[in-house]
């Protein structure tokens, strides 16, 4: 049995959504000064690393975190390699093979590449889900759609894309790191901080080899 870990380490370095107040993590004990143990503090939103976002992150007064479904968080998950695509559509999805059980996605596209060369400067190039991307994959039934980058939607249409996922309760699994990672059928385990009230929280994320 193989585990990968898809979740990108949060440090204070870190590239994060430019709009965002910034990341601070810091240790603010230390055994080496005299204190009795090593404590750190961190600060910034919770769309920090690989996170989920639940419906209440574009539409108030919907489902917030600790409410999401475990049983859509975690189970069998399809990776597709989009590696040529410039954006994720409708006409991309009907040519990408997916399997047509697939209840979970996750993409890997370019964008992976940033997470292996260890880039810091957010990219507004990246490739994310346009409309008709996101429409297909409500068609499609789908309950989780994962990508590697820091937003599922394309940098120009955020709002719309957004809203047609978490409208249609498809859960939203940003910025995973699927650079080690072969196109197949895995096993997904997310799971989200259990931070009550919120609209999102970052999630320790793995697969493992089906």
Request: proline share 4%; charged share 20%; with cysteine.
């Given at each position: 049995m193989?585990?990968?870990?898809?979740?990108?380490?949060?440090s204070?370095d870190m590239?994060t959504?430019?709009?965002h107040?910034?990341?601070?993590?810091?240790?603010?004990?230390?055994?080496a000064?005299?204190?009795?143990?090593?404590?750190?503090?961190?600060?910034?939103?919770?769309?920090?690393g690989?996170?989920?976002?639940?419906?209440?992150?574009?539409i108030?007064?919907?489902?917030?975190?600790?409410?999401?479904?475990?049983?859509?968080?975690?189970?069998?998950a399809?990776?597709?390699?989009l590696q040529?695509?410039?954006?994720?559509?409708a006409e991309?999805?009907?040519?990408?093979?997916?399997?047509?059980?697939?209840?979970r996605?996750?993409?890997?596209?370019?964008?992976?590449?940033?997470?292996?060369?260890?880039?810091k400067?957010?990219?507004?190039?990246?490739?994310?889900?346009?409309?008709?991307?996101a429409?297909?994959?409500?068609?499609?039934?789908?309950?989780?759609?994962?990508?590697?980058?820091?937003?599922?939607a394309?940098y120009?249409?955020?709002?719309?894309?957004?809203?047609?996922?978490?409208?249609?309760?498809?859960?939203?699994?940003?910025a995973?790191?699927?650079?080690?990672?072969?196109?197949?059928r895995y096993?997904?385990?997310?799971?989200?901080?259990?931070?009550m009230a919120t609209?999102?929280?970052?999630?320790?994320?793995?697969?493992?080899e089906?």
């Open positions: 193989k585990i990968y870990d898809i979740s990108v380490g949060i204070a590239v959504w430019p709009d107040v910034p990341l601070v993590l810091e240790q603010f004990q230390r055994i000064d005299g204190e009795e143990a090593n404590v750190s503090r961190m600060a910034g939103t919770v769309h920090i690989t996170h989920v976002d639940a419906p209440l992150h574009f108030d007064g919907a489902a917030s975190i600790e409410k999401l479904p475990l049983d859509v968080l975690t189970g069998p399809y990776v597709a390699h040529n695509a410039s954006v994720i559509d991309v999805l009907n040519g990408a093979g997916i399997p047509q059980d697939t209840k996605i996750l993409f890997k596209t370019r964008n992976s590449n940033f997470w292996a060369s260890g880039e400067e957010f990219r507004t190039d990246y490739v994310g889900l346009n409309a008709s991307g429409e297909w994959l409500v068609e499609r039934g789908i309950g989780l759609v994962g990508v590697d980058y820091l937003a599922v394309v120009t249409d955020l709002t719309t894309v957004h809203r047609i996922l978490l409208g249609n309760d498809v859960i939203v699994l940003e995973v790191d699927l650079s080690g990672v072969e196109q197949g096993e997904l385990y997310c799971l989200p901080l259990k931070l609209e999102g929280a970052p999630a320790r994320t793995i697969l493992i089906a």
